[in-house]
């Protein structure tokens, strides 16, 4: 049986808050992958980022970015699921709504707008909800995340179900944040870690003892007997 891994990057299998990759996890993953098995990143960050991660990582070649609105399958092959022109207008009422609100200085996005974490989102939230219903706005813990309505994690997962050939029975997905439920919702097993927030625990199958990097390695090895086949 071929297992899809649907994991995480930032507070998942990065250490030390700055985006640095905890090799542990990526070693572990890599295994994973060189035993047949897929590892798909899903990530807040771009698709691109994602993308390149994993192929300088050793453990594939497709990603989903944007949280869930961009997939990406090659330097230039992209598939956009969500509408960055709904989401540059939301962003343009908020500015003009909350003034200081900034853009985050990340890598180019395709499908979603950016904001460093330094507003109100209760009030921006309500803002949204009134003015601009047709996107919404989250918190990764890495960004402030305009998104359409309609994508998330879980809606990435799903384009991995229609069109890329895995199966959501045999699909784990580990995180970290509330921006991961939707994709433990979608997944046949759902993995928290120890650093998630208490809704994001809530809504999975497993919840490990460590945080970050080393709760996925120690995920992994609690995985380890389905992924051999032995259970």
């Given at each position: 049986?071929?297992?899809?891994?649907?994991?995480d990057?930032?507070g998942?299998?990065?250490?030390?808050?700055?985006?640095t990759?905890?090799?542990?996890?990526?070693?572990?993953?890599?295994?994973?992958?060189?035993?047949g098995?897929r590892v798909?990143?899903v990530?807040?960050?771009?698709?691109?980022?994602?993308?390149?991660?994993?192929?300088?990582?050793?453990?594939g070649?497709?990603?989903?970015?944007?949280?869930?609105?961009?997939?990406?399958t090659?330097p230039a092959?992209?598939?956009?699921l969500?509408?960055?022109g709904?989401?540059?207008?939301?962003y343009q009422?908020?500015?003009?709504?909350?003034?200081?609100m900034?853009e985050?200085?990340v890598?180019?996005?395709?499908?979603?707008v950016?904001?460093e974490?330094?507003?109100?989102?209760?009030e921006?939230?309500?803002?949204?909800?009134t003015?601009?219903p047709?996107?919404?706005i989250?918190?990764?813990?890495?960004?402030?995340h305009?998104?359409?309505?309609?994508?998330?994690?879980?809606r990435g997962?799903?384009?991995?179900?229609?069109?890329?050939?895995?199966?959501?029975?045999c699909?784990?997905a580990?995180?970290?944040?509330g921006?991961?439920?939707?994709m433990?919702?979608?997944?046949?097993?759902?993995?928290?870690?120890a650093n998630?927030?208490?809704?994001a625990?809530?809504?999975?199958?497993?919840?490990?003892?460590?945080?970050?990097?080393?709760?996925?390695?120690?995920?992994l090895?609690?995985?380890a007997?389905r992924?051999?086949?032995?259970?």
């Open positions: 049986m071929r297992w899809t891994l649907a994991v990057i930032d998942t299998i990065t250490e030390n808050g700055n985006g990759i905890h090799l542990g996890a990526l070693g572990a993953l890599r295994s994973v992958a060189a035993m098995h798909v990143y990530t807040g960050r771009s698709s691109v980022e994602a993308y390149v991660l994993s192929m300088f990582g050793g453990t070649g497709i990603a989903v970015g944007e949280n869930g609105g961009c997939i990406t090659g092959s992209h598939v956009l969500g509408d960055i709904a989401c540059r207008k939301a009422t908020l500015q003009e709504q909350m003034p200081g900034r985050k200085a890598f180019p996005r395709m499908t979603e950016v904001l974490r330094t507003f109100d989102m209760e921006a939230t309500a803002i949204i909800r003015m601009h047709e996107v919404t989250s918190d990764s813990g890495y960004a402030i305009i998104n359409s309505r309609g994508i998330d994690k879980g997962l799903r384009e991995l179900y229609s069109e890329h050939g895995a199966e959501r029975a699909t784990v580990i995180g970290d944040s921006t991961d439920i939707p433990f919702l979608e997944a046949g097993l759902s993995v928290a870690l998630a927030p208490e809704r625990a809530e809504s999975a199958d497993m919840v490990t003892a460590s945080p970050g990097g080393d709760g996925v390695v120690e995920a090895q609690r995985l007997p992924l051999a086949g032995d259970a």
